[in-house]
């Protein structure tokens, strides 16, 4: 089975933190993803990774940055944290950019910016 | 720009019925249409992916059909249990990028 984890369950930070979150997939997949989910907006892209130091901007990268140092882990990274990032960080990957491939969810980060 | 919308945003059944889920998007030229589901705390599982050029996609006691013409997919789950109880996303895949439905809370009750 995929397994995707992210580094924390709950997080909470101050106004102004430099805030990390990590994700970890274990099966090899070419593409990870970052998104938040917020209530009644759906689930909205914040970059995602194709390869190994390539990265991509989603709908809303505003505020983020990433990292993918290796094929397995991409870092989400809030340069100087607001309140309006107070979300539910969700990571994800796929095997490739086939239309076949599914993505394979980790079980969320809860960010509370303070 | 392609736009997903499921209505109700929430929906409560007795166990046993036969129920639908809605989703709709306003552009037909989609590679393929997702249905996960969340668990409260959870990240999102996956169900079934409809391929543009399939109907309908099948497993256990989930049925999914897609109609881009209308702009419309549905997920039916037969002989609803508590288990279902879940928030049911839908996503439709445009290029690269999953365009995603806000979801349907299901609360089954036993």
């Known amino acids: 089975d995929v397994k995707v984890t992210q580094s924390s369950r709950y997080l909470v930070k101050r106004t102004g933190e430099k805030v990390f979150l990590e994700c970890v997939q274990d099966m090899d997949h070419e593409n990870m993803f970052w998104y938040r989910q917020d209530p009644g907006l759906g689930l909205r892209l914040i970059y995602f990774s194709y390869d190994v130091k390539m990265k991509e901007k989603g709908d809303i990268p505003e505020g983020y940055s990433v990292s993918r140092e290796k094929k397995e882990r991409f870092s989400l990274i809030l340069e100087s944290a607001s309140t309006n990032q107070t979300s539910m960080y969700l990571c994800a990957s796929s095997f490739t950019a086939s239309s076949t491939d599914t993505q394979y969810f980790g079980p969320g980060t809860r960010l509370t910016v303070l | 720009k392609q736009e997903v919308t499921q209505i109700p945003a929430a929906l409560s059944v007795p166990e046993g019925e036969n129920l639908v889920l809605n989703c709709s998007f306003t552009d037909s030229a989609i590679y393929n249409l997702q249905w996960f589901r969340q668990d409260p705390g959870k990240g999102l599982t996956s169900l079934l992916l409809?391929?543009?050029s399939q109907r309908e996609q099948t497993s256990g006691r989930l049925n999914a059909s897609l109609d881009k013409s209308s702009g419309r997919s549905t997920l039916y789950i037969a002989a609803s249990q508590p288990g279902d109880s879940a928030t049911y996303l839908c996503?439709?895949?445009?290029?690269?990028?999953?365009?995603w439905g806000a979801g349907t809370k299901l609360i089954i009750k036993p």
């Open positions: 409809i391929q543009s």
């Open positions: 996503a439709a895949r445009s290029n690269y990028q999953l365009i």
